[in-house]
């Protein structure tokens, strides 16, 4: 009997051990997933609402979008088009994700989108475990949401281009390194990622890699790096991601292609301005004052405490800083000036913002409070006025009734500043979503519609490019070959004798033309017109 009793103890606390234990996993569970579920639901929400109401943007997305739609038209995936004429710019792994969405779904805005939403979505819950494993999760959740109201990060993610799925590749190889520890096996992954970021924008796609190997030169593990297998198996391996498409361009159009993506494509960029891409030593700082507000005022402080922690408690998270000063610095060297080439810093700017907000919420020194402080008050200055005079009313009430009672409440406070900033940048936001058909897409689409009712070959388009007139939108939404004329003294090289041709051009230089051809409107948009003209016999137009 005594046997039986102590059994069926040790099965009751067996069974009462088990259901602690699950209830702790399930706890624990829960607070690891509630925060990866709030910040995969904020990002899919900003990023992917109304995606695809907007026309597509002149020259880069279109471009990528019109090359992608060439090659599934054409079948031929190796060598990038546009206008049916090989393009040797960057490699085609984004024309390749753009190229496939289109073969299942359709050549549309959305999809031309798509790959970079979806890498955006991708970043922001990258930016959110780098921010866990470096400082908590309450860090990584608000670095999530700084990136989320940042007006240029969002905007590009709702951008057709390769910039965000660069960052993401770059960030997964980052994300892959702070993991490495002392498993030298991360080399493998780390280099996998570079070498697809090569093929998404060539040589800047090593920058993850640069920053990766000036953070082991500072952290001391050169040698033990250099001594690992993995490293150059792993190096290896990226060459053999990045070199047969290179090795391919290179065998089927020699000398072109060498000229075009070695000379013009990389280092023309580097040396020499390029598409009048010019900008000073300042450039990049007036990028962020503009686009990167209001948390551009936050940053200065979150690099300030990123480096203390790394002085105080070794080098370990130094890859943070690195990124942002590295990034920053060489392109404000470089010749051509393009305000996205900032894109990589965002995410871990974002991170190191987020240290401070959250320092400053959880009061943990006067230090943090203060900066937050000051930084809010810079905000103020440039913000719209009634954001500023809300929240200025919100914390004059609050220090009244702290003062009533004698304390005053530090964290509240904090949070009422934390909550202008969000404010102000949810602010910035908003007119990315409010878009208005493009006159040059609407009437592209026209084009797309005669041209189906031709009988025979799809007759040429005729597109005089100007302000708000693009040739990239042209061909793309109408699916038609393109002509472009400079000039008015350009159409007889282009009209066919006294055949009638189709051409969009600003409604302006209707009357200029009208003695030498008989016009026809076809439809209007705005400035714009799409019109048929033929050549008068006898104009003396030569």
Same mark, same amino acid.
């Given at each position: 009997?005594?046997?039986?009793? @102590? ?8 069974? /009462? ?51 992608? @739609? ?13 206008? $049916? ?40 819950? &990258?930016?959110?475990?780098?921010? /866990?494993?470096?400082?908590? @999760? ?19 993610? /709702? ?17 892959? $390194? ?13 280099? *996998? ?34 001594? !690992? ?31 075009? $993506? ?7 960029? %580097? ?31 979150? &690099? !300030? ?10 080098? !370990? ?39 401070? &907000? ?22 103020? %200055?440039?913000?719209?006025? @009634? ?24 964290? %509240? ?7 202008? %900033? ?19 897409? *609407? ?49 007889? /090289? ?49």
């Amino acid at each position: 009997m005594e046997l039986l009793v @102590k059994n069926s103890l040790s099965k009751a606390t067996f069974r /009462r051990t088990a259901r602690s234990v699950l209830l702790r996993w399930q706890v624990s569970s829960l607070s690891t997933i509630w925060p990866m579920f709030v910040v995969c639901f904020a990002a899919i929400a900003v990023i992917f609402w109304r995606l695809g109401q907007e026309n597509l943007h002149d020259w880069d997305e279109a471009v990528y979008a019109q090359i992608s @739609k060439e090659m599934v038209k054409s079948g031929d995936w190796l060598t990038p088009s546009f206008g $049916y004429e090989p393009w040797f710019d960057k490699p085609p792994l984004f024309m390749w994700i753009t190229a496939f969405f289109y073969s299942w779904f359709g050549a549309n805005e959305f999809w031309s989108r798509a790959g970079s939403a979806f890498s955006a979505v991708g970043v922001v819950i &990258l930016t959110f475990v780098i921010g /866990r494993r470096l400082y908590n @999760k309450y860090v990584g959740m608000i670095a999530a949401l700084v990136l989320l109201t940042s007006w240029q990060f969002v905007r590009f993610a /709702r951008f057709g281009m390769t910039d965000i799925l660069l960052t993401l590749l770059t960030y997964l190889a980052i994300h892959a $390194y702070l993991r490495n520890g002392s498993d030298q096996k991360s080399w493998y992954l780390i280099w *996998t990622y570079c070498g697809l970021a090569i093929m998404v924008k060539s040589v800047v796609g090593l920058i993850g890699a640069g920053v990766i190997m000036v953070d082991v030169l500072v952290v001391r593990r050169t040698a033990q790096t250099l001594r !690992s297998r993995p490293f150059w198996l792993g190096l290896l391996l990226a060459i053999l991601i990045a070199a047969p498409w290179h090795a391919f361009m290179w065998m089927t159009h020699g000398r072109a292609f060498v000229v075009q $993506y070695f000379g013009y494509t990389l280092g023309a960029h %580097l040396t020499q301005v390029v598409e009048q891409h010019i900008g000073g030593r300042s450039f990049y700082l007036n990028v962020f004052q503009d686009e990167f507000f209001p948390w551009i005022y936050v940053l200065p402080f979150g &690099l !300030s405490h990123h480096l203390t922690r790394v002085f105080r408690e070794g080098p !370990s998270s130094l890859i943070l800083s690195l990124l942002v000063v590295v990034v920053f610095g060489l392109f404000t060297l470089a010749s051509t000036k393009v305000a996205w080439y900032m894109m990589p810093i965002y995410p871990a700017a974002a991170v190191l913002i987020a240290s401070v &907000l959250v320092d400053a919420s959880q009061s943990r020194g006067a230090v943090a409070f203060s900066e937050l402080v000051v930084a809010t008050c810079l905000v103020a %200055l440039f913000a719209p006025l @009634k954001l500023t005079l809300g929240f200025a009313c919100a914390a004059i009430l609050l220090l009244a009734v702290c003062f009533a009672k004698g304390n005053l409440m530090y964290q %509240l406070l904090a949070v009422i500043m934390c909550a202008f %900033l969000f404010a102000v940048g949810i602010n910035g936001l908003l007119p990315l979503y409010h878009a208005e058909a493009k006159p040059a897409a *609407t009437l592209a689409r026209m084009a797309a519609r005669t041209g189906t009712e031709h009988r025979g070959p799809i007759e040429p388009i005729i597109v005089f490019p100007s302000n708000g007139l693009r040739v990239q939108t042209v061909l793309f939404y109408s699916d038609r070959p393109v002509r472009v004329a400079d000039s008015p003294g350009d159409l007889p /090289r282009l009209v066919d004798g006294s055949k009638t041709q189709e051409v969009i051009l600003p409604k302006a230089m209707i009357a200029s033309l009208a003695s030498a051809y008989e016009i026809s409107p076809l439809h209007e948009a705005r400035a714009l017109a799409y019109v048929t003209i033929r050549r008068i016999r006898n104009s003396g137009q030569q």
